[in-house]
Antibody, heavy 120, light 113 residues
């Protein structure tokens, strides 16, 4: 069974860069599509984008395109979400989740979430 | 983008009673060639990640109790908890995967009356 473990809480200042991770285990992980979902404090879920481990095919939500970069390192079964210049509005919990398809994606298994706090 | 509208925002239900959550999409999520509705439901408890309950609008995910059921087609969907248990207190979200960007409903909070 696929399991996802995300990196820990980050506290950053506006303008700083950040890369958070999502490490997977399980037989089917490296043939999965890994999605990233944002949840601002007390708010709902927002889909940011997905990446396929097989060939790093990446698809972004236009609302997040250019604001974040999604990447993956198949050799260590890890997906990443990174920012080059954080804003206070990036404060949120970020979840990774697996899906079987890039054409029809739902979050089958989820990581525990990474809390990112951006504050001056 | 497909807008997903859930109702109600909050749903107080007595233990053992039925809870029904509605989800409406701004355009059909029924794929004509597959005759499948591209809709999922999730449960999220405080401090936890979402948990998949239902996909293809009515297929329960592995390990999900059969008191949870999903139905509907096209633009109108429901998630029903047939007999509410204390552990079902949570936020519930619908999600369409018919087209990108994938979008979620705003959530429905199920609580004990």
């Amino acid at each position: 069974e696929v399991q996802l473990v995300q990196s820990g809480t980050e506290v950053k200042k506006p303008g700083e860069s950040l890369k958070i991770s999502c490490e997977g285990s399980g037989d089917s992980f490296t043939t999965s599509w890994i999605g990233w979902v944002r949840q601002k404090p007390g708010k709902g879920l927002e889909w940011m984008g997905i990446i396929y481990f097989g060939d790093s095919d990446t698809r972004y939500n236009p609302s997040f395109q250019g604001q974040v970069t999604i990447s993956a390192d198949r050799s260590i079964s890890t997906a990443y979400l990174q920012w080059s210049s954080l804003k206070t509005s990036d404060t949120a919990i970020y979840y990774c989740a697996t899906g079987d398809s890039g054409t029809y994606w739902w979050g089958d298994k989820w990581g525990q979430g990474t809390l990112v706090i951006v504050s001056s | 983008d497909i807008v997903m509208a859930q109702s109600p925002d909050s749903l107080p239900v007595s233990l053992g009673e039925r809870a029904t959550i509605s989800c409406r999409s701004s355009q059909s999520v029924l794929h004509s060639s597959s005759d499948k509705n591209y809709l999922a439901w999730y449960q999220q408890k405080p401090g936890q990640p979402p948990k998949l309950l239902i996909y293809w609008a009515s297929t329960r995910a592995s390990g999900v109790p059969d008191r949870f059921s999903g139905r509907g087609s096209g633009t109108d969907f429901t998630l029903t908890i047939s007999t509410l248990q204390a552990e079902d207190v949570a936020l519930y979200y619908c999600q369409q995967y018919f087209t990108t960007p994938i979008t979620f409903g705003g959530g429905t909070k199920v609580e004990i009356k």
